[in-house]
Every structure is written in structure tokens, then in C-alpha cells.
């Protein structure tokens, strides 16, 4: 694949950059979310919001190549935090894939406009890495299904208005076959919302109890029992926006690193041998980067291929976090001045290795579907899910 760009594609990216200039310098205002959401609504008005997505649904019938382009210069620039990762790239294409046309209509407009945030509740705490064994449950009762059990580690929960929930719907049925995803609007009477506090002092997740949570029909994703299907669509989604990101430009980050080393005295043989590696490590997830964008250039869904770009891209931040807090010496021990932040991505880095699914699933993934290596013994994935030993 040729990755510079063609006279057409010159233009339209240079007509991206201005727009994108242009529309930064009119946005008013401190408060970071009501930025965030006037720097969504400004896309969305301008059909840039998901160009590749229907003129119905607030796209432009635009081209793969097209949403790279101003992806690429819209990171490039700093642009207003980002509340709408989770709706824009996880669950915004999930109903766009198992939505009816009713729930496309009422919530997918909304979402691209930047007017309504999201959140994705899978995790548990007693499921631990296991998704399908999830325990909160739904029941139906008449036109409605009542939800009672709780969620974890759900970012941007404490300012979301809607969320995508799993649910166990028929526990007589094996783990995968008795889920069912729904539609959860978080200001339902019996959500309760709680912040979990991290060591880097900020409160990015949260924990989630549900209490005779009443959800009307119309809130189901999919089918009925069928809500594992509508999960790997969510799930393939997050992992290769999280590890798929790279695209074509180097990264940075050796030569922030280099600069830090020298100023801090701590440049030697060995920091400049691990330098490079993190070089190394970057030019692989860009390499990965840019399969990412050939496949969607091609046509083709996320695979289990973002768990191998998700796992590269988890060493790489593990690792250079490290290094960083290595670098800086003893002012590693403060959480002020001009290289508080790189404490701070050493405080958030172990993260890294949960979100998107742990480095233990996503190896798993790797190894049984991209590189069809023989699955692990497995006794519950065929008895019925309140049979399983817990």
C-alpha cells in the first residue's frame, strides 16, 4: 500500500487542516465539556462527525480513506478532551450493526452530535476476565425487563446518559447463549453511580449497582439470549480503535524521552539501548497501524487482529512508563512541575493491561484465532451457566 497521499487526497487534506484550524479558533469557553461537546456538534454540522456513516444517521456517505485523513489531522492538532471514544467507536457501530431502526433513529444522531454520552458495562467483580460470566441479572416482566446486579471499572459512567449493559437473561442456558444486551439510560430510577478514586488522584471508572432497574422492551440489542453476538461486535470494535490508532506518522516519544534523559543526567549506554526499543516498539504498532487502515480501506470488519495491536500497544506504554520514571530519577517521587506527567503515566500504565480486555484474554484471542493454535480445556462453556462452579 502506498501511504503518501495523491494529489486529490492533498487537497481534501489540506481543506481538513483549515477546517479544522478554523473551527478550533471559535470555540468559547474553559469548561471541558461543554467544549468537548461544541467541538462534536461543530463535526457533526459538518458531516465530519463519521464521514464513512449515512447522511440520515449525521455521516456524508464519505470514503475509509477520507475519515483517516481527518483523523490524522484532527490528531494532530489539541483538540477539546474526547467524552465520545466509547459511543463513537464502540457502541455507535455496534447499532449500527444489531440496532432496529427505531433505536438507529432515536440514539445514533444524538450520539454523533456530541448531545449524549456512553459508556459499555461488561466488566464485573466476580467475573473477572470472563465476560460471559456475568451474573447481573434480567427478567422480564410484561413489556419491560427489570435488571438488578452490579458493574465495574465503566469509564466515563459519572457523566454518561446511556450505557450498553449485558445481562443474564436465561441461566438454565450455557454462559454465551443466556445474554442479552440492552440499552440502559443511566437516570433510570434504581442506577446508582460511584467513582472509583486511582492512585493517579483522578476518578476515571466507576462501579455500578442496578436495583430493580426497570428497562422497557424496545431497549434490546439483537435478539433475546443472543447478546454475546452483539458483545464481540463491541468488544472487536474497542480493541482495535484502542490498539489500531497508530496510523502512518512516527511517534514522538523517543525523542521526548532522549531530551529527558539529558536533562535530567541520566542519559547512559543502556537508557540509549532502551530508547531505541521503545523506537522499535513504536515503528510495530505503526506498521500495525497502517493494516488496520488497509483493511478498512478493503471493506473489512475488526477482527481478532486488534488484539495483537492492543497487546503491542500495551507493552509499549507498560514499558515506557517505566523507563520515564527511570529517566527522571529521584524527582520520580514528585507529582508536580514540568515532568509531573510523566509520573502520572506511570501511575495510570498498569491500567493499560485490563482495559480492552486483560493481556491474558487478549493473548488467548491471538493464539486461537489468528494463529489457530488449539484452544484451552474448557468444562463451561457447554453446562448451563447456574451449574458452573463458582
Given amino acids: 500500500m502506498d501511504f503518501e497521499d495523491t494529489p486529490e487526497q492533498s487537497v481534501l487534506r489540506e481543506e481538513f487542516r483549515t477546517w479544522i484550524d478554523d473551527a478550533l479558533d471559535r470555540l468559547d ?10 467541538w462534536q456538534a461543530a463535526k457533526f454540522d459538518a458531516g465530519l462527525a463519521k464521514i464513512t456513516w449515512e447522511p440520515e444517521l449525521g455521516g456524508r456517505n464519505g470514503t475509509p480513506m477520507e475519515q483517516i485523513i481527518f483523523g490524522q489531522e484532527e490528531a494532530a492538532r489539541k483538540t477539546p478532551a474526547d467524552l465520545f471514544t466509547i ?10 450493526v444489531h440496532g432496529t431502526p427505531e433505536q438507529k433513529e432515536q440514539y445514533l444522531r444524538p450520539l454523533l452530535r456530541g448531545d449524549t454520552v456512553w459508556c459499555q458495562m461488561f466488566s464485573e467483580p466476580n467475573a473477572g476476565s470472563d465476560s460471559a460470566g456475568l451474573a447481573t441479572r434480567a427478567v422480564r416482566d410484561g413489556d419491560e425487563w427489570v435488571l438488578n446486579g452490579q458493574k465495574v471499572w465503566t469509564s466515563h459512567a459519572h457523566f454518561a446518559d446511556y450505557g450498553e449493559v449485558l445481562c443474564r437473561t436465561n441461566p438454565d442456558a ?8 440492552f440499552i440502559l439510560d ?5 442506577v446508582t453511580v460511584r467513582p472509583l478514586k486511582q492512585m493517579t488522584g483522578t476518578a476515571d471508572f466507576n462501579e455500578i449497582f442496578l436495583e430493580d432497574v426497570r428497562v422497557p422492551r424496545q431497549n434490546v440489542i439483537g435478539g433475546v439470549d443472543d447478546g454475546w453476538h452483539v458483545a464481540v461486535t463491541t468488544l472487536m470494535n474497542e480493541r482495535t480503535s484502542i490498539g489500531g490508532s497508530g496510523g502512518s506518522k512516527r511517534s514522538t516519544l523517543p525523542a521526548r524521552m532522549a531530551e529527558l534523559a539529558r536533562r535530567r543526567g541520566t542519559m547512559n549506554d543502556v537508557t540509549r539501548q532502551r530508547i531505541v526499543d ?5 515503528e510495530l504498532l505503526r506498521f500495525l497501524g497502517m493494516r488496520t487502515l488497509t483493511a478498512a480501506l478493503q471493506g473489512r470488519q475488526p477482527g481478532p487482529g486488534g488484539s495483537v495491536a492492543k497487546l503491542g500497544l500495551t507493552k509499549l506504554k507498560v514499558e515506557s512508563a517505566e523507563l520515564g520514571m527511570q529517566l527522571l530519577g529521584p524527582a520520580g517521587l514528585l507529582d508536580e512541575g514540568e515532568d509531573a506527567r510523566w509520573v502520572a503515566k506511570f501511575l495510570w500504565s498498569p491500567g493499560m493491561r485490563l482495559g480492552g480486555g486483560t493481556d491474558e484474554v487478549n493473548r488467548n484471542i491471538v493464539a486461537e484465532r489468528v494463529l489457530g493454535l488449539p484452544g484451552e480445556p474448557r468444562t ?9 462452579p463458582r
Fill in 186 to 190: 443511566l437516570r433510570t430510577p434504581g
Fill in 87 to 96: 459511543g463513537l467507536n464502540f457502541v455507535g457501530p455496534t447499532l449500527r
Fill in 29 to 38: 469557553g474553559d469548561d471541558p465539556i461543554a467544549r468537548a461537546k461544541a
Fill in 278 to 282: 521503545v523506537h522499535i516498539q513504536g
Fill in 174 to 181: 450455557p454462559k454465551h447463549q443466556g445474554i442479552t444486551a
Fill in 380 to 388: 463451561d462453556d457447554t453446562l448451563p451457566w447456574n451449574q458452573v
